[in-house]
């Protein structure tokens, strides 16, 4: 039995926020670093890596195009990613601690590696690079994140089938 247009219709919508979601946060994430010069800590990283895991969910998603796992495990990895976020703010924003180290940013590309190590910036966890209305970016991480999360599953829990 055929599914009803409007399922077929939140299935397309729910694979691409799926993959759009995470293309974008990790496209602006990019754009920060390279564009910007704000250097992503560790628990930045931390973030990136399930949006990386989320786009290659998305993708197979339109593989695969009447599978709904890879649109739900997509979801999850950004939702994962929010979750990171959250954590992540609450260190910046001094509620609890961090379980890192910090990072940094080393130009190897004039001279001498020891003193590029040297010289370079430390990028700390605990101190928020840039902020808008008093969210970093790792809180509008979270906030993106786990809103385009909650809408792939609610897309999803639409499109099941009657039993």
């Known amino acids: ?13 729910a694979r691409s926020v799926a993959l759009l979601v995470p293309c974008f946060l990790l496209g602006g994430a990019l754009i920060s670093q390279y564009v910007f010069g704000l250097y992503p800590c560790e628990m ?9 895991a989320a786009i290659v969910f998305g993708i197979l ?21 929010g979750l990171i976020g959250a954590f992540h703010a609450g260190v ?4 609890w601690e961090g379980i ?4 940094s940013a080393v130009d190897f590309g004039n ?17 928020a690079p ?3 209305l008093g969210i970093s970016l790792a809180g509008w991480n979270f906030l993106f994140s786990s809103a385009g999360a909650l809408i792939v599953f609610a897309l999803l829990i639409k499109t099941r089938r009657p039993a």
């Open 1 to 13: 039995m055929p599914r009803p247009k409007t399922a077929a219709t939140a299935l397309r919508t």
């Open 44 to 52: 930045c990283w931390w973030q990136r890596y399930p949006h990386i």
């Open 61 to 81: 998603a339109f593989a695969l195009k009447p599978a709904r796992w890879p649109i739900a495990l997509a979801a999850l990895a950004v939702l994962v990613s």
């Open 92 to 95: 910046e924003y001094g509620w």
């Open 100 to 103: 890192t180290g910090c990072a």
């Open 111 to 127: 001279g001498d590696p020891l003193e590029a190590i040297m010289n370079a910036d430390l990028i700390r966890c605990d101190v």
């Open 130 to 132: 840039w902020s808008l």
